[in-house]
């Protein structure tokens, strides 16, 4: 399940490519196009958020649903303008509000519906750095 709407995805088009998936697709094929890279841009967003937070998210806060829309525009206009540059603000923007969220390091960017009791103790609280050492890590 995606964060975001094909309308979210939708509205973050340029009224021109907004206007060229009209001309390129009817209603149901520009959904089913949509859904698509809204499930790869999800996909995205999940990838970049597991390296802090426990994925799927149960509630995503408005960030990430920002960010996985204008990722999404960014795959569905380059996949049909074959022009990257028209939404590579976009993406870059969604990745560096994706990333600005796992280096935050507040858990209240991100609703992701877990309490601690739903966490083990060593993954909420972490574990004894002297058993995982950096020399030891390098073994494997």
Not at 13 to 22: D, G, I, N, Q, R
Not at 41 to 65: E, M, Q, W
Not at 109 to 128: C, F, K, M, N, S
Request: charged content about 30%; some cysteine; aromatic content about 8%.
């Amino acid at each position: 399940m995606s964060y975001c709407t094909i309308d979210d995805v939708i509205h973050e088009f340029h009224p021109t490519l907004k206007k060229s998936f009209e001309r390129q697709y009817n209603a149901e094929a520009l959904e089913e196009n949509l859904a698509k890279h809204i499930q790869k841009a999800h996909d995205f967003v999940n990838a970049s958020l597991a390296r802090k937070y426990s994925i799927p998210l149960k509630k995503a806060t408005s960030t990430v649903i920002s960010a996985e829309c204008k990722i999404a525009a960014y795959f569905a206009g380059i996949a049909l303008t074959e022009k990257d540059e028209i939404l590579k603000d976009k993406y870059e923007i969604a990745r560096e509000m994706l990333d600005n969220l796992v280096e935050a390091d507040n858990a209240s960017l991100v609703d992701d519906g877990l309490t601690d009791d739903d966490i083990a103790p060593d993954v909420a609280y972490g574990t004894d750095a002297k058993i995982f050492t950096s020399e030891l890590l390098e073994m494997w």
